[in-house]
């Protein structure tokens, strides 16, 4: 369900920048994810966001991450039916290794950086059985209202404020997490993307995660009457590997230019393509440089977040329009 005039009136486009997979990794364990703090991947995310003042950024971030490769580095056991679906087919970081509250200086340092909001991606950010990331995949809403209850635990345990809403991850999403969601009180959803569809002002999602959305807009994915409530969802519809052109169209049809970014280069010789580095970072430089010149004050630079609080707070009081 599209949101009309979700944009305030003054602006043409929207711009968000989100960064998946941040934990206290650093490059002294497995692979660095944040830990190293300026000195790691998030210095990248530090100096865009000196370089370009009006950008804001939003970090997803995982409570008590365990996974230490993405893919099956257990095969024969992978091979064996009913007991492959119940033991980590990867290696696995004991639990609470990476929990959130054991590592104040990084949780600090998140705190510390300007313009930049951090939100919910998942609880281990792993699962038994071969799609190891998919972590809420096949989760019943039982399931989920136990992961999602201790994974707010230990952002609270933490100190570390969050935005009410998640990207869960590896794009694994159901309407039993939704409905959890809502009952905890969070308000959006990231479970989507889509860097192929063409760009149009109807285009609708077809890559990972929901099907048939909302490619360029913020919309909503229940109606109020069946969840008890509304959650607001957003596909991410660009990344290193796009053209500027496609930043362009996204602007031109009025639209969110909703850029992810993982802060993980190389996991054990997975590469991710959007993972954060000096040549993802150059790009984005430019891209941002780009749109700001073109542009100018016609776009919103904003977040996730911000547009939920804006949606909803023009719900509540009848605005014509985010202001
Ligand atoms: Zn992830």
Not at 17 to 33: L, N, Q, R, V
Not at 125 to 131: D, E, F, N, V
Not at 157 to 186: H, I, K, R, T, V
Not at 290 to 317: F, H, K, P, Q
């Amino acid at each position: 369900m599209e949101i009309p005039q979700w944009l305030p009136a003054e602006k043409q486009a929207a711009i968000c920048f989100t960064i998946d997979d941040i934990h206290p990794g650093k490059s002294s364990d497995a692979y660095e994810a944040g830990g190293d703090l300026e000195k790691g991947a998030l210095g990248h995310i530090q100096w865009l966001l000196e370089r370009h003042p009006q950008l804001r950024a939003t970090f997803f971030v995982t409570a008590d991450w365990r996974e230490l490769a993405p893919h099956v580095t257990r095969p024969l056991l992978a091979q064996i039916p009913i007991l492959r679906d119940s033991v980590y087919l990867t290696k696995v970081r004991p639990l609470g290794e990476m929990r959130l509250s054991r590592h104040p200086e990084f949780v600090a340092y998140l705190k510390s950086l300007p313009r930049t909001d951090v939100s919910l991606h998942g609880l281990h950010h792993i699962r038994k059985g071969k799609q190891i990331p998919m972590e809420f995949l096949g989760k019943d809403r039982a399931e989920c209202d136990v992961m999602l209850s201790e994974m707010i635990s230990i952002f609270r345990e933490a100190g570390l404020p969050f935005s009410p809403g998640m990207c869960p991850p590896a794009w694994a999403y159901n309407d039993d997490l939704g409905s959890a969601m809502l009952a905890q009180g969070l308000q959006f959803v990231a479970p989507t993307r889509d860097i192929r569809t063409p760009i149009a002002s109807g285009a609708v999602t077809a890559m990972s995660g929901v099907q048939g959305v909302s490619l360029i807009h913020p919309e909503w994915l229940y109606p109020e009457s069946l969840q008890g409530g509304q959650l607001l969802h957003f596909s991410s519809n660009f990344q290193a590997t796009s053209p500027i052109e496609r930043a362009f169209e996204i602007i031109e049809n009025n639209g969110l230019v909703a850029i992810k970014a993982h802060i993980i280069k190389n996991t054990y010789g997975h590469i991710m393509l959007d993972g954060m580095d000096d040549l993802y970072r150059n790009y984005l430089d430019l891209v941002f440089t780009e749109l700001d010149r073109r542009y100018g004050n016609r776009l919103w630079w904003t977040s996730m977040a911000e547009i939920t609080a804006c949606v909803n707070e023009r719900r509540t009081s009848e605005l014509p329009v985010c202001v």
